[in-house]
């Protein structure tokens, strides 16, 4: 049998974040199932990509940097932007006609404007990392609310056509699903966790754990004020966070303007928060919103309880309320500290609860969501040989 060729269009993969860690765990899984991937980016230089990916993997740099355009005034950076466009169409093309994929998956970034026109004749997938209400969101402080609006309005308009065009557009949980009606060729397929702990949490530390980037959407600001509430009640119980961020300095003086300082601890990124999680006895999610929310099954993979805002878009789809964890209606600090203070009291249930979570979180295996990955190529393709 011909092996099987899979291109994935992604601007870098020198980042730390949650698409490129999920793409390296997907292209690793695929070469080690026998295909041959691709991975085309247009940005990054030489920069080493942050995470694993095997030797056989090939990687093709189109050298376009459109990273730079952001330093640069408004005027320029769109005239630059469109000719970067441009060449960008033209390289890709080049780039998918030599590859000659059998599938090509965008992840959803500049490329999925120019995916349809290209010539290769692959079977061209979307994948999308971000739910549908904080996709394509824009704002800009100068103008108007209304303006803004009607240019998201439009250019999600632009995005649906670009989509309808897809032989599948992949999205990470059935409640983001429901969000795009308008579309026939949706399918869910959930990220994998980048590992399977083969030991778990005793969850006796009295330690609460949280992780994610220091920015707006993940909440920080109202864990924090729900650790107050906690801290009172059980001052022995540490609160341990994290990330990196922006936001760092402002959510560091908001622990200290609550006297909070001894018990909560904004921690930096670390190579390893397996081990992070194992030292812990539960975690918390205070996202505002998500596009999944891999870090809930991560923790759950070291047999960790989550107790969860149940905001847009992911803890619904992964917890199960009262059994391996708890949903907190969305912005309710005091019900997130009341969710908190229960998990630590029930060390019984906390522990029944982490063994729960565990036993949810192998469904999130790579070799589980991998062949929901294949069994989707398999059936494009084999749709494609009946047409022919």
């Known amino acids: 049998m011909k092996k099987r060729i899979i291109a994935y269009c992604v601007p ?5 974040g949650g698409m490129e860690r999920v793409l390296a765990v997907k292209a690793n899984y695929l070469i080690g199932k026998g295909y041959e991937v691709h991975i085309v980016i247009t940005d990054g230089g030489d920069r080493k990509p942050y995470f694993y990916f095997d030797k056989s993997i090939h990687i093709h740099q189109l050298a376009l940097d459109f990273e730079e355009l952001y330093a640069l005034p408004i005027a320029s950076r769109w005239w630059k ?23 090509t998956i965008s992840l959803l970034r500049r490329d999925i404007n120019i995916l349809h026109e ?4 692959s079977l061209k997938i979307g994948e999308v990392h971000f739910d549908r209400l904080h ?10 609310r209304f303006i803004c609006n009607i240019v998201q309005q439009i250019w999600m308009r632009a995005l649906i056509r670009q989509l309808r065009k897809l032989s599948k557009f992949v999205v990470l949980t059935a409640e983001d699903a429901s969000c795009w009606p308008e579309l026939d060729n949706v399918v869910v397929i959930p990220n994998p ?10 969850c006796l530390q009295k330690r609460v754990i949280a992780a994610g980037r220091y920015v707006p959407q993940k909440g920080f600001d109202r864990l924090i004020a729900a650790w107050r509430i906690v801290a009172e009640k059980h001052p022995d119980w540490k609160l341990n966070v994290y990330g990196d961020g922006w936001l760092r300095e402002q959510l560091q003086e908001q622990i200290e303007a609550l006297d909070l300082s001894d018990s909560c601890c904004l921690e930096h990124t670390v190579s390893d928060i397996k081990e992070k999680y194992l030292d812990s006895s ?17 923790a759950m993979s070291c047999g960790l309880p989550v107790v969860s805002f149940a905001c847009k878009c992911g803890p619904r789809d992964i917890i199960s309320d009262g059994k391996d964890g708890l949903l907190i209606p969305d912005d309710d600090i005091e019900k997130l500290a009341e969710g908190i203070n229960w998990l630590i009291e029930e060390e019984n249930v906390r522990i029944q609860m982490g063994n729960q979570a565990f036993s949810k979180s192998k469904g999130y295996a ?11 190529f398999d059936s494009l393709l084999k749709e494609k040989e009946l047409r022919l």
Not at 139 to 144: A, Q, T
Not at 284 to 290: A, D, G, N, Q, T
């Open 12 to 16: 870098a993969i020198y980042s730390s």
């Open 81 to 103: 932007y469109k000719y970067r466009m441009l060449v960008f169409k033209r390289r890709l093309n080049e780039c998918l006609c030599q590859i000659r994929p059998d599938i």
């Open 118 to 121: 290209m010539s290769d004749g």
């Open 135 to 144: 996709y394509r969101h824009f704002s800009v402080k100068w103008l108007p």
């Open 193 to 202: 966790v980048s590992f399977i702990s083969d030991r778990t949490s005793s």
């Open 282 to 298: 539960l975690f918390v999610l205070s996202s505002r919103y998500e596009g999944f929310g891999l870090v809930i099954v991560e």
């Open 366 to 376: 790579i070799d589980k969501i991998g062949m929901k990955w294949e069994i989707l």
